[in-house]
């Protein structure tokens, strides 16, 4: 079945406290990303990948890293977690040919 | 500043009725556009893509795109209370690939 993973679905942790969120793909996909959605302010995109080794910002990448060592994995890193940073977290993956984006199935962090 | 626009809802329509879901854009570069439905708690769901001017058919999904008028909509016949969720309208632009999305329209489908 072609899908897209995230683990872990919820995560609880406190200010500092290094995470990361990790996201995987079985549909041989190029294009990753990572968003954010926060009530009112929508989806938006925080970093994205068009290949291996190939990972640049999108709107809202401050306080987060990424990393791109195989095609099929693009975790989220958050060296140092804070308030601000509570919200729901998607990683999706993007089809080549038609560019449909497909969503994992989210990650709930709550920053203390 | 690229931007998408939708009607902010709530959006409430009695089970059997048309729901008609509203988008514009400000992108003139933008390619192709896309509807996702969300249910609450839940990640979205792709469910019409349109690529060029006119209209897409897909059940009883209908998706709307106008570029001169940078207008995008999704029309629901025979709506469900099952189809009660969030739209989220996007659209695609650049060689990044970048989606944007807009904040969503939350629809209510009355029983």
């Known amino acids: 079945e072609a899908q897209v993973t995230q683990n872990p679905r919820y995560l609880i942790t406190v200010t500092g406290k290094k995470l990361t969120v990790t996201c995987s793909q079985n549909?041989?996909?190029?294009?990753m990303s990572w968003y954010r959605q926060d009530p009112g302010l929508g989806l938006r995109q925080i970093y994205y990948?068009?290949?291996?080794?190939?990972?640049d910002k999108g709107d809202v990448p401050e306080g987060y890293k990424v990393s791109r060592k195989e095609k099929r994995n693009f975790p989220l890193i958050l060296e140092s977690p804070s308030p601000n940073q509570t919200s729901l977290y998607f990683c999706?993956?993007?089809?080549?040919?038609?560019?449909?984006?497909?969503f994992g199935p989210g990650t709930r962090l709550t920053v203390l | 500043q690229k931007e998408v626009e939708q009607n902010s809802g709530p959006l409430s329509v009695p089970e059997g009725a048309i729901a008609s879901l509203n988008c514009t854009y400000s992108?003139?570069?933008?390619?192709?556009f896309f509807w996702y439905r969300q249910y609450s708690g839940k990640s979205p769901e792709l469910i019409m893509s349109?690529?060029?001017?006119g209209d897409k058919e897909d059940g009883r999904f209908t998706a709307q795109l106008n570029k001169a008028s940078q207008y995008v909509s999704l029309l629901i016949r025979d709506s469900q209370p099952s189809d009660s969720a969030t739209y989220l309208c996007?659209?695609?632009?650049?060689?990044?690939?970048?989606?944007?999305f807009g904040s969503g329209t939350q629809l209510t489908v009355l029983p």
């Open positions: 549909m041989n996909h190029e294009y």
């Open positions: 349109i690529y060029s001017n």
């Open positions: 992108d003139r570069g933008s390619q192709s």
């Open positions: 996007a659209g695609l632009s650049g060689s990044a690939r970048q989606l944007t």
């Open positions: 990948s068009m290949n291996v080794e190939v990972t």
């Open positions: 999706a993956s993007t089809s080549g040919q038609y560019n449909e984006q497909f």
